[in-house]
């Protein structure tokens, strides 16, 4: 055979096999549990992985077809496989009997765009390690699925750590030149990358769990960072910086790489984790909300992990996403998950823009260079300053990439307008390419009075779209409009806090109404944590600084702040539940500020709701001896699944009963034993059930509640009597709806508190009162 020959041939090779690959795509095949336990032996795990090839095999055709397909087998806790498939056959393995749930490879979202001492912990934390005032997380592992970690940080330094828990099964897993090197404080790094390979063939995967990104090492670090004095960013916001728990050991399992995190990966980590023997996991991403594509409990790789997770009572925290402020696009909403939103703490970075007329207009920045205080530059618009050539005009009012005129730009004060698509930051960094002294960026009226204090490369500020007004008719007024922009501060105690942030996302839960979510609110905005140096603190490619904390915002940052409170309480409570320490975050929250005042809504300027906050923003000494709590057990859980159609054969693996069935007649939703109350639907009456635990001493507490508007609010015994630890006790709250206006119907927010005096513990009630 001559070459011409043998070349044609490996083409149509190449061809036929692309084909064939074209129609395929990657699903995970999720079997429920396995039969061995956590002292399986290597032959557990390779009977179990035979037995995923028998399984795809008698669909594929061969065994040999079924080892080619698979690509993730989880033999740990979690039953399954991830592989490779055709629609119509994973639609076939789906109907097999042993199959709980068949659903596609996505991509899953980080949910990014002094927090401590802000939520009350400074409190009854020394100011380093060592100290017999406070628990500090102590044997406790906290891990999270994330982009990795930056091991070289101050924030992951073992000095003065104890000894590596005797439980704990994991390791430093790293193949490349620069490992991540584990010690006392960073106890485990492992990633995972067959999963986004299969949605993004070109992304840029490496054998190793550091963090290119930041994301990572800034979410591990605000959950349980060592102490680190003189912890600043470029000067700013200088202090010790330290995560919750900073005597609790941690983990990075990195999932999320440059195109986002595969849910099949996602998987895997979990089922790694478990078999490592964490004790918190940490999750800052989301698929989405579930009415815009997000997923439900069924083909959700983070709801199926995380109800192994806590069947197992490892607590589960995930951020509620940044879809806010719009309703019902809440991520993460599996009532055994500890869903958190994002809201503002009392520290500012004020920066003030002064004008030729001598008016001062308060804006926000990071910005990491200033202006010359001695001297005014002229101003000019970003849609007067438009490069030659340019076809769209308002591409230069935005200020995105080459849209200036250097010439006209040059050593000026450049106003760009805010908006959905260009990021805030990339602004800058054409401002400053094209020759500009600084900018303002200024809200369009979508953005309000929102402003964002962002590390700008060049001297920057943010004002507010009611500040606008000012600046653009000083600019229009004036012959030469001037003006400077004054270096950043940072004020602490000045800002009424917390606020929710706009960005943060709202229930009700598009799933199941019947369960509130979010389920607290905690820091979100301006979080100063460890960050890699393989970046800079803008992500851009043109900007050249490099710092060891950066600030972030976002529910990301938010969802740490719990871990790490989840971390004290495990420490402090290490036999309560998953279920027990989500039920003592939740019911000690608060809901009004700094200033005593109920807590605002940014995106609205008005009161915000439970759907913003849930049962409040957390105060973690409160948290740390709630009195009672509402206890869910598993078997509560799968109850509730049975009513959402999983079957009986697929849920006893999470379970000591082998015996579980379903109950004869589903479940109520809305009786979930849950630490707050919600119904979908108040059509006349409904009576809930709901049962309290004991965990203090014996004491009696009363009932008090704040009725939701036109519904009346029953609850029976007002009075509950607890004589010993452990103890439960059940009462019931009847509803009735007295709206007999259609104009009045909607949801009513409410609120019901047990106290003693001593501990007040409270939940949020929400109640849909349909028009018809």
């Not at 102490?227 to 000067?235: K, T």
């Not at 009012?397 to 040059?410: A, Q, R, Y």
């Not at 019947?514 to 905690?522: G, Q, S, Y």
Request: net charge neutral.
């Amino acid at each position: 055979m001559d070459g011409r020959k043998l070349t044609l041939l490996l083409f149509i090779l190449i061809v036929a096999i692309t084909q064939a690959y074209a129609h395929k795509k990657s699903y995970i095949v999720y079997l429920g549990h396995h039969p061995h336990g956590s002292d399986a032996t290597v032959e557990d795990y390779e009977r179990a992985k035979a037995s995923h090839y028998e399984l795809l095999a008698s669909y594929l055709g061969s065994e040999e077809q079924a080892r080619d397909a698979i690509f993730y087998s989880y033999t740990n806790h979690i039953n399954g496989f991830a592989a490779r498939m055709e629609e119509k056959e994973a639609e076939e393995l789906a109907k097999h009997p042993d199959v709980v749930s068949v659903f596609p490879n996505k991509i899953y979202k980080l949910h990014t765009t002094r927090s401590w001492s802000f939520v009350d912990i400074m409190n009854n934390m020394p100011s380093h390690r060592g100290s017999n005032k406070a628990n500090l997380g102590r044997n406790v592992i906290i891990a999270t699925l994330d982009t990795g970690v930056w091991p070289e940080s101050k924030s992951f330094s073992d000095e003065g750590m104890g000894p590596i828990p005797s439980k704990w099964r994991g390791s430093c897993e790293d193949k490349t030149k620069n490992k991540v090197h584990c010690n006392r404080k960073l106890i485990g790094a492992k990633y995972f990358y067959k999963g986004i390979l299969e949605l993004s063939p070109n992304e840029n995967v490496t054998d190793s769990a550091r963090d290119d990104e930041g994301h990572g090492t800034h979410t591990l670090s605000t959950a349980a960072g060592s102490f680190v004095p003189g912890a600043n960013f470029f000067g700013y916001a200088n202090g010790t910086a330290h995560g919750g728990a900073p005597d609790a050991h941690v983990a990075a399992y990195k999932v999320c790489w440059a195109d986002g995190c595969s849910n099949a990966d996602i998987l895997a980590a979990f089922d790694a984790a478990l078999h490592d023997n964490v004790d918190i996991l940490s999750l800052s991403l989301g698929s989405g909300p579930a009415f815009s594509g997000g997923t439900d409990f069924l083909d959700d790789s983070i709801a199926l992990g995380s109800l192994h997770a806590v069947a197992r009572g490892v607590t589960v925290v995930c951020s509620a996403g940044n879809e806010g402020p719009d309703d019902m696009s809440i991520n993460n909403a599996a009532p055994w998950i500890v869903t958190v939103a994002a809201s503002t703490i009392d520290r500012d970075y004020p920066s003030f823009l002064k004008l030729g007329n001598k008016h001062i207009i308060k804006g926000a920045s990071q910005e990491s260079a200033s202006l010359p205080q001695n001297k005014l530059y002229p101003f000019i618009n970003g849609s007067d300053a438009a490069a030659p050539g340019l076809v769209n005009v308002t591409e230069a009012k935005l200020c995105n990439t080459s849209s200036l005129d250097p010439e006209k730009v040059k050593g000026k004060i450049v106003v760009c307008m805010r908006d959905l698509e260009i990021p805030r930051l990339l602004k800058g960094m054409t401002v400053k390419d094209a020759g500009g002294a600084g900018m303002v960026l200024v809200n369009n009226e979508y953005w309000g009075d929102v402003i964002m204090a962002d590390p700008h490369v060049l001297p920057a500020t943010m004002i507010t779209y009611n500040d606008s007004f000012t600046l653009f008719s000083y600019m229009k007024d004036t012959k030469d409009p001037k003006g400077n922009i004054s270096p950043q501060d940072t004020r602490i105690g000045f800002q009424q806090a917390p606020a929710m942030a706009d960005f943060s996302s709202r229930g009700p839960s598009f799933v199941t109404p019947e369960i509130l979510k979010p389920d607290v609110t905690a820091p979100g905005v301006n979080i100063l944590a460890a960050f890699t140096e393989l970046v800079s603190p803008t992500g851009l490619d043109e900007d050249t600084r490099r710092t060891p904390y950066a600030f972030l915002s976002g529910t990301s940052m938010s969802c740490p702040h719990v871990s790490g409170v989840a971390g004290l309480l495990k420490s402090a409570h290490p036999k309560w539940s998953a279920a027990a320490i989500k039920s003592a975050i939740m019911t000690t929250a608060r809901t009004k500020d700094n200033k005593h005042m109920p807590m605002r809504d940014l995106a609205t300027g008005n009161e915000a709701t439970p759907f913003a906050y849930g049962n409040g923003h957390m105060r973690p000494t409160r948290a740390a001896d709630p009195g009672l709590v509402y206890d869910t057990k598993v078997e509560d859980y799968l109850k509730f699944l049975c009513t959402l159609g999983f079957n009986s054969t697929y849920l006893r693996g999470f379970t000591h009963d082998k015996h579980f069935d379903c109950p004869s007649k589903p479940m109520m939703l809305e009786n979930l034993n849950y630490p707050s109350i919600s119904v979908g639907a108040l059509n006349t009456t409904i009576v809930i059930t709901r049962t309290l635990k004991n965990v203090g001493p014996p004491s009696t507490y009363y009932v008090r509640v704040d009725a939701p508007p036109r519904v009346e609010v029953v609850v029976k015994p007002k009075v509950l009597v607890f004589s010993k630890v452990g103890e439960e006790k059940k009462y019931t709250v009847t509803m009735t709806s007295r709206i007999k206006d259609k104009s009045q119907a909607g949801y009513k927010f409410g609120r019901l508190v047990w106290t003693d005096g001593k501990h007040h513990v409270r939940s949020a009630i929400a109640v849909n009162v349909p028009s018809s």
